[in-house]
C-alpha cells in the first residue's frame, strides 16, 4: 500500500506507542495522589512538559490537549473570554481548519465580531492585510501555519513582527500541519499561543498541547480540578503526554529529511501537467508534502475508490470534511470555480516517504485516467 493520507493522520511510531504502553502500566498513578506513585507520575508529566520545551527551543507553558480540536478551542475561546473587557474583535483567515473557524462562528453568535480576511489565489494572505484589519478593539488574531487542503504556508513570523508592536492583541497559530515540517519560530515574542496534534506526526490519536507565553491568561474551558495550570481540569494522561513528546522527538529529527519532498513533489507534478483535465491547486511555493489537485468531470469520492482499489490512499479535501460532497471552502475561497473546487484530490506525502512511491503513483494515475478517460468525456 502506498499511503499518501498523511495530512489526514499518520500511522503510529512503534517507539511512540511503546513509550506509551510502557508509561501507562508502570506509571499508573494519578499525578495529583500524594503517596510515590503519584509523585512519580507527576514527575514524568513534568518531564515530558520540559522535553518538548528543548526539542522546541521554547520558554512556553506547555498544556496537553486531546489534539488540535482542544488546543484550538482552549486559545480562541480561552483568550476571547479573558479579554472581552478589552475589546470583542477578532481576525483570523477564511482558510483556517474548521476547527478555527467554526469556534470563530461560535463567538460572533455570542457578540464577538471576527473579521476573515480573504486569501489570494495561492491560499495566502499577507501581513499587510492583518495590519490594515486591526481596529481598536482587536483583541486576537489566529492565522493557520500550513493549510491541510493546499499546503499554503502563512507568514507568521512577519505577522508576529507586526503584533510585536500591538502588545494588547494576542496571537495563535494552528501548527498541526507544519511541525516537523516547515521552522516555525517558537520563541518568538510576538507569538502567543501554538496548536499541535500529535496524530499528524505519527504520535497517537487523543494527543497534543497548546504552547502558550507564560504571561498569556486564558479563561479555561472546563472546569474541576486544577490540572494543566487550571486550564484542563481532569486527570492527566500522563501516558498520552509521554507518547507526544516521543513524537515531537521524531518529527523534529525528521525535518532534516524533508527537503527531498521537493524533488519527488516535482516528479508528482511533472506527471500531473501531462493531463489536461488536471487542475493542479498547490503552487510552488506551498508546503512540499501537500499536493492538491482536481481532476474535473469525475467525482473525487470515485476517483478515491480508483486509487484505493490499486492500494494508493488518498483524499479529497481534509478529514474533518471530506464525506460532504460540497465544494472545498478553501479552494472556492482561493478563486478557484465550482468545477474545480469540488473534484479536489489532495496527496499529503510523510517525510519517509521516497521516490519509488511517487514513481508508482504516476503509474497508477496513468491507469486510473485511462479508465476514465470516457467519463470524463
Ligand atoms: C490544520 C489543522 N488544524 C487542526 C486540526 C485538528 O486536529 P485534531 O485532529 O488533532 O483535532 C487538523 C486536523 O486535520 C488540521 O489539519
Known amino acids: 500500500m502506498i499511503y499518501l493520507d498523511n495530512s489526514a493522520t499518520t500511522k503510529p511510531y512503534k517507539e511512540v506507542l511503546d513509550s506509551y504502553q510502557t508509561v501507562a502500566m508502570d506509571f499508573f498513578g494519578n499525578p495529583s495522589s500524594v503517596h510515590g506513585l503519584g509523585g512519580e507520575a507527576e514527575l514524568i508529566l513534568k518531564k515530558a512538559k520540559s522535553q518538548i520545551k528543548t526539542m ?72 499587510d492585510q492583518v495590519n490594515a484589519a486591526i481596529q481598536k478593539d482587536t483583541i486576537l488574531v489566529s492565522v493557520m501555519h500550513v493549510n491541510n487542503e493546499i499546503g499554503a504556508i502563512q507568514p507568521i513570523e512577519e505577522i508576529a513582527d507586526l503584533l510585536i508592536s500591538h502588545p494588547r492583541i494576542r496571537f495563535h497559530t494552528d501548527h498541526v500541519q507544519g511541525l516537523g515540517k516547515i521552522n516555525l519560530p517558537y520563541n518568538h515574542g510576538g507569538i502567543d499561543a501554538i496548536t499541535i496534534s500529535g496524530h499528524k506526526i505519527h504520535g497517537l490519536k487523543g494527543t497534543g498541547c497548546l504552547l502558550k507565553k507564560k504571561n498569556l491568561v486564558l479563561q479555561t474551558l472546563s472546569h474541576g480540578g486544577s490540572q494543566e495550570f487550571g486550564y484542563r481540569a481532569g486527570t492527566e494522561n500522563v501516558a498520552g503526554a509521554v507518547s ?33 483535465r488536471i487542475h493542479i491547486n498547490s503552487d510552488e511555493d506551498c508546503a512540499d508534502h501537500i499536493i492538491n489537485f482536481s481532476i474535473t468531470g469525475v467525482k473525487p469520492e470515485v476517483m478515491i475508490h480508483a486509487f484505493e482499489e490499486k492500494d494508493v490512499i488518498l483524499s479529497t479535501k481534509s478529514a474533518c470534511s471530506s464525506k460532504n460532497e460540497d465544494a472545498s471552502y ?29 514513481v508508482e503513483f504516476n ?15
Open 56 to 127: 522546541l527551543n521554547t520558554e512556553h507553558d506547555i498544556i496537553f490537549t486531546s489534539g488540535g480540536t482542544e488546543s484550538n478551542n482552549l486559545a480562541i475561546k480561552g483568550i476571547a473570554h479573558e479579554l472581552r473587557d478589552r475589546g470583542n474583535h477578532i481576525i483570523t483567515t477564511t482558510v483556517e481548519h474548521p476547527s478555527v473557524l467554526e469556534v470563530c462562528r461560535h463567538l460572533e453568535q455570542n457578540g464577538f465580531s471576527v473579521t476573515y480576511l480573504p486569501v489570494n489565489e495561492n491560499g495566502k494572505i499577507t501581513v
Open 244 to 276: 507526544l513528546a516521543k513524537a515531537i522527538r521524531y518529527a523534529v529529527e525528521e525535518q532534516k529529511n524533508y527537503q527531498h519532498l521537493a524533488k519527488l513533489k516535482d516528479l508528482l507534478i511533472e506527471e500531473l501537467l501531462t493531463y489536461g
Open 330 to 358: 478553501v479552494l472556492l475561497a482561493c478563486g478557484r470555480d465550482d468545477d474545480v473546487a469540488s473534484s479536489a484530490i489532495r496527496l499529503s506525502m510523510d517525510v519517509n516517504q521516497d521516490r519509488q512511491d511517487i
Open 363 to 377: 503509474k497508477v494515475l496513468k491507469d486510473v485516467m485511462e479508465q476514465y478517460k470516457d467519463v470524463m468525456g
